[in-house]
Structure formats: C-alpha cells, structure tokens
C-alpha cells in the first residue's frame, strides 16, 4: 500500500501544504516563538501537549501531509482549519464502492458541487479543550486515485471548530465550509497519475 500520493489544490492566501515529519516541526517553531515573545512558556508547555497529541493522531491516521496557514505570512487568510491528506484503500481485490455505499448510508455523502469523482459529508462531535466544550467539525472528501480502479482513494479532511454557542449554519460557519469546499474542488492530478 501506498503511504502517499502527488496531487494538487489550490488553496487560500498564505497557505501552505506542509509534508506531516517536517511540517510539524515547522509549526511547532512558530508556535514557540509566539509563545516566548509574549513571555508565556507555561502556555507554550501546555499547547505543546495538545499539539503533540494531535500529530500523533494524525499519524496514527496515515496521514502524509496537510494544508494549513503559513507561519509567518503576515497576508495568510487566517482561520481555524487545516486539510489532512490520507488514503483509504478498500478490502484486498476489492474497489472502494462499499465505503463509499456506507458514507452515503451513514453520513449522507453526496457528490462535492455536483461532481461524482469526490464524494463529500461532514461529521461534528463536541470535544473539551482545556475545560471549553467545542463542536469539532470534519468535512470529508474522497477521490479515487487515478490508475487504482477505484481500490485507492484520496481522503482529504478538514477541521475546523466552533464554540457551543454559534450556530452550525451561522454565516462565518457557512463560509468556513464553502472556502473548505471550495480548496477541495480544485483537486488535480499530475500528468503521471493521470
């Protein structure tokens, strides 16, 4: 199998598609540094937890590379989110179509603005954050990956959150989704995947 794949989306302003091994280690080094000019190396102990939790999660998850805000790009169009990129293969010999059945049985999956090549549907699940309760929404994207006869697929996933208090269909929550959707349409393939 497969632990990673070459492709492409356009993404917001100032974003970035970092490799999960170096991409880490980047963000981990803005976020200290951020944290010790405002003289807090307590919160930085404290969010370096979390961080390193969630990089092990995401490895955990064959996860191989993920977009998300430059560190230090003053231009980035800032908002809490990230896309992980993974792959989802199905039973040995066998196409992806029964994950794909149980997404749409399951989570409602449809066809991302129409297109059948990506399916799309989205989990929340309320989450604390150090004492806060949050609703932590997944958008879920999946593509076969060209020249697998759909036995492999791209799994894009984009997190973003909001507190208990801001309505799932709020406008800001609604342009998260449609800026979300909007990256994943984008996908493409290089000429030798294709």
């Known amino acids: 199998m497969r632990k990673s794949v070459d492709f492409s989306i356009q993404l917001p302003r100032g974003w970035s598609r970092f490799d999960i091994d170096e991409g880490r280690d980047i963000l981990l080094a803005g976020m200290k540094k951020r944290f010790m000019e405002g003289h807090r190396p307590d919160l930085f102990a404290d969010a370096k937890v979390t961080f390193d939790k969630a990089f092990e999660g995401m490895r955990a998850n064959g996860v191989f590379a ?3 805000p430059a560190v230090d790009d003053p231009g980035a169009t800032i908002i809490p989110a990230s896309i992980n990129a993974s792959i989802r293969t199905g039973a040995p010999a066998q196409p992806l179509d029964k994950l794909v059945h149980d997404a749409i049985k399951r989570f409602g999956a449809k066809p991302l603005f129409g297109d059948p090549r990506t399916i799309r549907f989205e989990r929340e699940r309320v989450v604390d954050l150090g004492g806060e309760s949050v609703v932590n929404h997944s958008l879920v994207y999946l593509t076969p990956i060209p020249g697998t006869r759909r036995r492999e697929a791209l799994q894009l996933v984009a997190g973003f959150a909001r507190t ?11 342009a998260t989704r449609a800026l979300l959707d909007s990256c994943v349409a984008t996908l493409s393939w290089p000429r030798s995947t294709v």
């Open 66 to 68: 993920f977009f998300a």
């Open 164 to 174: 208990l208090d801001i309505e799932a269909d709020s406008p800001p929550i609604v």
